[in-house]
């Protein structure tokens, strides 16, 4: 299962993630995170090291981690101070300060998100780690498929039925070739000399 592509559910938890990150983008402290995770995946794709993914996910907690313990420190910090000034009295209700809830708030987001980077984004990625080495997240063919589908293409067009195809449509397939880089120029040559004796 490892070198099978992302089934499209995997691929929309991927995808889900990554909209739940832009909103934390407006914030200074979530460009980190993002940062960390797009730096994991350029060197995925860069050196084809599926570690790269692991260690900035492992990044990306440990730097939840330190938000969540400076945010739940500082709610502990202001629930502390409950039935002195941080809290009043008022209709037999107690009214708490507003940064109370706002940390807690923070502590349960960042939570969350703790949870949705294993469960949305590593946990499929790792169930795949060897496709997504070899071919990208999003891909549903393989490099060697994709390899494959142009020799054959370049067989066909060096086969001995060019003249089933027009002068021009021929070079300009083989130019199109040799602009990708699937040819050399010597092999362009060649061809394209072959196509022009063949009329």
């Given at each position: 299962m490892t070198n099978s592509p992302l089934t499209s559910g995997e691929q929309a938890k991927v995808f889900i993630f990554a909209l739940l990150m832009i909103p934390t983008l407006l914030v200074f402290a979530g460009i980190l995170p993002a940062i960390f995770l797009a730096f994991g995946v350029f060197l995925l794709k860069k050196n084809k090291d599926f570690s790269a993914i692991e260690t900035s996910v492992k990044l990306v907690v440990g730097y939840l981690w330190i938000g969540l313990i400076l945010a739940g420190g500082t709610a502990c910090y202001f629930g502390s101070t409950y039935g002195t000034?941080?809290?009043?009295?008022?209709?037999?209700?107690?009214?708490?300060?507003?940064?109370?809830?706002?940390?807690?708030?923070?502590?349960?987001?960042?939570?969350?998100?703790?949870?949705?980077?294993?469960?949305?984004?590593?946990?499929?990625?790792?169930?795949?780690?060897?496709?997504?080495?070899?071919?990208?997240?999003?891909?549903?063919?393989?490099?060697?498929?994709?390899?494959?589908?142009?020799?054959?293409?370049?067989?066909?067009?060096?086969?001995?039925?060019?003249?089933?195809?027009?002068?021009?449509?021929?070079?300009?397939?083989?130019?199109?070739?040799?602009?990708?880089?699937?040819?050399?120029?010597a092999d362009f040559q060649e061809a394209r000399n072959k196509i022009l004796q063949s009329q």
């Open positions: 000034e941080a809290a009043t009295w008022y209709d037999g209700d107690w009214k708490y300060d507003i940064e109370f809830f706002a940390f807690i708030g923070i502590s349960v987001t960042i939570i969350v998100y703790m949870i949705l980077i294993k469960s949305l984004y590593l946990s499929p990625l790792q169930s795949h780690r060897d496709w997504v080495t070899l071919n990208g997240i999003f891909s549903s063919t393989s490099a060697e498929a994709k390899q494959s589908v142009k020799v054959n293409e370049i067989k066909i067009i060096k086969g001995e039925n060019l003249r089933s195809y027009s002068v021009a449509d021929e070079l300009s397939k083989w130019a199109r070739l040799r602009d990708e880089g699937v040819v050399s120029e």
